[in-house]
């Protein structure tokens, strides 16, 4: 008896812990952190993005691949999580702004964003090398190696203002 009580709690636990993540943490699309990251004082975050590849990951693709799961998984971040995640986020955003900082839900109103710490313990990543290189690997055909510092000099978007 005391076993299964135990199991029960356990297992209740379990689904409990799993439930807070996926209703905690979902990506909510490039278009919500433009609201705030699209003025050129902080570093118009948004707009440097449209500037680079990722943005328009899709567009490399054909309307054949376009549909392949085995595509979409690094061309764009809808089609690499896991569809119970996805809130307003859109296939067509390629590799969106969530595919470096982490689904963005629980952590874009501007009370949490202020501070880092916050924001980071409600999903914000601030990316390493590691985030990169699930999508920068001999995985993929046209993979022509990957340097983290050179990469990230590509694509940075600073906020002048810090
Ligand atoms: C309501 C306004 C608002 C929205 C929406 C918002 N942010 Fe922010 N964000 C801020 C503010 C304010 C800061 C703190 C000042 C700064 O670093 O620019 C910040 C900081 C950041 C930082 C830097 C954190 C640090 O400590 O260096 C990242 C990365 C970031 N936001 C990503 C995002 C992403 C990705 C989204 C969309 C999912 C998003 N933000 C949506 C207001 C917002
Ligand atoms: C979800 C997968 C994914 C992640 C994560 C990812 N990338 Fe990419 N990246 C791509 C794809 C796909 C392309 C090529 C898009 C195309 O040409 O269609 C690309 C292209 C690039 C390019 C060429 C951009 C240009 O405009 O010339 C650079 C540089 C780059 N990535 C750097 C990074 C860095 C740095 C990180 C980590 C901080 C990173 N990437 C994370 C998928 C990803
Ligand atoms: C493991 C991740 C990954 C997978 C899977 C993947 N790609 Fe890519 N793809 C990339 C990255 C990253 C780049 C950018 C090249 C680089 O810098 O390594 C890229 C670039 C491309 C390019 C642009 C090449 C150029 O030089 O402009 C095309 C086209 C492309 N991929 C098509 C596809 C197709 C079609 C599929 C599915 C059969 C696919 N990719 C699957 C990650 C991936
Ligand atoms: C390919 C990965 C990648 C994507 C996509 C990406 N970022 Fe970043 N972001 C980074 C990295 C790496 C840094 C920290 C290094 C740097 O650029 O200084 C960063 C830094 C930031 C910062 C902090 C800047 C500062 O100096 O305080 C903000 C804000 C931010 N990103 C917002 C965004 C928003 C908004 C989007 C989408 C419109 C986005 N990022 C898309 C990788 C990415």
């Known amino acids: 008896m005391i076993m299964r009580i135990l199991l029960l709690i356990c297992l209740v636990a379990f689904i409990g812990s799993e439930n807070l993540k996926a209703q905690d943490f979902k990506y909510v699309g490039a278009q919500k952190c433009k609201m705030c990251h699209n003025k050129p004082a902080t570093g118009g975050q948004h707009a440097q993005w449209l500037n680079t590849k990722h943005s328009k990951a899709m567009e490399s693709l054909n309307a054949e691949e376009a549909k392949d799961p085995k595509c979409l998984k690094c061309h764009s971040t809808a089609g690499s999580v896991s569809p119970d995640q996805i809130a307003t986020l859109k296939i067509e955003e390629g590799v969106s702004c969530e595919s470096c900082h982490g689904p963005g839900s629980a952590y ?55």
């Open 108 to 162: 874009f109103p501007n009370a949490v964003m202020k501070s880092r710490e916050e924001s980071m313990a409600k999903g914000l990543i601030m990316p390493t090398k590691e985030v990169c290189v699930k999508c920068h690997n001999e995985e993929s055909e046209y993979y022509k190696g990957f340097n983290f510092e050179e990469a990230t000099a590509i694509i940075t978007h600073p906020n002048p203002a810090k």
